[in-house]
């Protein structure tokens, strides 16, 4: 079985930490900031970093179009923390120049649990992903305040003050979570997403 190409937006955020999760997971992984390196993949991960950052550097790098194209074709895209962001329909307390790719009817809250100081670990059960409850890690993190009727949930907070609060979504080919599961050496997530890309392959 060939290992499916999936590329890391590599324009800001913690790409060296997807690119080796997804190799871990079974994808031939890369780093993907150029258009004609973006036509060379069946995926993308939109790692965590800084919304606005990655959104400014979108249009400097002309990935904006591009990358809109792809997903509006079936490209499956995996989106954490900012990446979620870069998804969303919709964006509470983002910059007003912030502009994502919305390939996800939701609306996220961006630093909805608090600045640094306030990140934070909690387990989150996954739909569809085996075993016990992910360690997930929260850096500054969104949460999804709405979703749209074609959006699953898979994943709340179980437990603490932000109890109920949505944290993993999937539409179709998009996925998003609020949290870095490439900073845990869990790959289940990551395996996850392969799976979905060589499906849709």
Same mark, same amino acid.
């Given at each position: 079985?060939?290992?499916?190409?999936?590329?890391?937006?590599?324009?800001q955020?913690?790409v060296?930490?997807?690119?080796?999760?997804?190799? *871990?997971?079974?994808?031939?992984?890369?780093? &993907? @900031? +150029?258009? !004609?390196?973006?036509?060379? /993949? %069946?995926?993308?991960?939109? $790692?965590?970093?800084?919304?606005?950052?990655?959104?400014?550097?979108?249009?400097?790098?002309?990935?904006?179009?591009?990358?809109?194209?792809?997903?509006?074709g079936?490209?499956?895209?995996?989106?954490?923390?900012a990446?979620?962001?870069?998804?969303?329909?919709?964006?509470?307390?983002?910059?007003?120049?912030?502009? *994502?790719?919305a390939?996800?009817?939701m609306? &996220? @809250? +961006?630093? !909805?649990?608090?600045?640094? /100081? %306030?990140s934070?670990?909690a $387990?989150?059960?996954?739909?569809?992903?085996?075993?016990e409850?992910?360690?997930a890690?929260?850096?500054?993190?969104p949460?999804?305040?709405?979703?749209?009727?074609?959006v699953?949930?898979?994943?709340?907070?179980?437990?603490?003050?932000?109890?109920?609060?949505?944290?993993?979504?999937?539409?179709?080919?998009?996925?998003?979570?609020?949290?870095?599961?490439?900073?845990?050496?869990?790959?289940?997530?990551?395996?996850?997403?392969?799976?979905?890309?060589?499906?849709?392959?």
């Open positions: 079985m060939t290992a499916p190409v999936i590329g890391v937006l590599a324009l955020g913690d060296r930490e997807h690119v080796a999760a997804l190799a *871990g997971a079974g994808a031939d992984a890369r780093p &993907v @900031r +150029r258009p !004609a390196e973006l036509d060379a /993949v %069946d995926g993308l991960v939109i $790692p965590g970093g800084e919304s606005t950052t990655i959104s400014k550097l979108a249009d400097i790098f002309e990935m904006r179009e591009p990358i809109d194209k792809r997903i509006a079936g490209m499956p895209v995996y989106g954490s923390c990446g979620m962001i870069m998804l969303a329909a919709e964006v509470l307390d983002g910059r007003p120049d912030q502009r *994502g790719f390939g996800i009817e609306t &996220v @809250r +961006r630093n !909805a649990f608090g600045r640094q /100081v %306030d934070f670990e $387990p989150v059960e996954i739909a569809g992903v085996e075993g409850p992910f360690h890690i929260f850096i500054r993190a949460w999804v305040e709405r979703v749209g009727a074609d699953e949930v898979l994943g709340r907070v179980s437990d603490g003050p932000a109890a109920g609060r949505v944290v993993a979504v999937r539409q179709g080919h998009l996925v998003a979570t609020s949290f870095h599961p490439e900073l845990t050496g869990d790959l289940r997530l990551h395996r996850y997403f392969v799976d979905l890309v060589r499906a849709a392959a």
